[in-house]
């Protein structure tokens, strides 16, 4: 793809993008999950969502790529045990869930610009931000990102929130808990809808 990587905009000091950009590569990946997860005719689990996989087009419209170790679920299945991974038995079963889980804390690398796998012993990426949200979310976002002299400064700190919230419920450690990438897709694309009537 022309413009490379989601990866690549974040940690490379030569590219920036701002809140609007963000959020509409969160949106394009988050419809993109829901198609694989309940518009295909055989379930898609891909299995390596992560900003190395998000290409980004000309106009900066986000792709999954690398489907090299993605699953395939018929409609009578809703979880998959497989010997890709560990040795059956002893594995949980994969599933959307996996997707879901790993699509949350790809806004939480892409708000806060800080890689998922940076931190130290019994603090994640999940963590660091779930401790900020919503009060102290100004300590954890790229503070590149948002401007004390921007007229909407408090709406993007509190649309970033928003999406933090979401986030998070993505990567809630009970399966069952995790937001289905439907509810996903029209909570993403309400935020949209309210940045752009700042």
Same mark, same amino acid.
């Given at each position: ?79 998959? $045990?497989? @010997? ?6 002893? *594995?949980?079963? =994969?599933?959307?869930? !996996?997707?879901?889980? %790993? ?49 909407? $400064?408090? @709406? ?6 928003? *999406?933090?919230? =979401?986030?998070?419920? !993505?990567?809630?450690? %009970? ?24």
């Amino acid at each position: 793809m022309p413009n490379g990587s989601l990866e690549k905009y974040l940690y490379s000091h030569n590219y920036f993008l701002d809140i609007m950009r963000r959020l509409s590569i969160m949106i394009d990946v988050a419809c993109a999950l829901e198609y694989l997860h309940h518009g295909c005719l055989s379930l898609v689990i891909h299995c390596d969502l992560k900003p190395s996989n998000v290409l980004l087009d000309e106009d900066m419209v986000a792709h999954l790529s690398d489907f090299g170790i993605s699953k395939l679920l018929c409609e009578n299945e809703s979880d998959l $045990y497989t @010997k890709t991974f560990a040795t059956l038995g002893y *594995i949980a079963p =994969v599933s959307t869930k !996996c997707d879901v889980y %790993s699509y949350g804390i790809m806004p939480l690398e892409t708000f806060t610009r800080r890689r998922s796998n940076e931190f130290e012993g019994d603090l994640s990426l999940k963590q660091w931000v779930s401790y900020s949200i919503p009060e102290a979310v100004m300590d954890v976002v790229d503070v590149n990102l948002l401007t004390s002299m921007d007229n909407h $400064y408090q @709406k993007e700190l509190d649309l970033v929130a928003s *999406i933090m919230k =979401v986030a998070l419920d !993505c990567c809630a450690e %009970s399966p069952s808990g995790r937001t289905n990438m439907k509810d996903v897709v029209g909570m993403v694309q309400m935020m949209k809808i309210q940045l752009l009537a700042f």
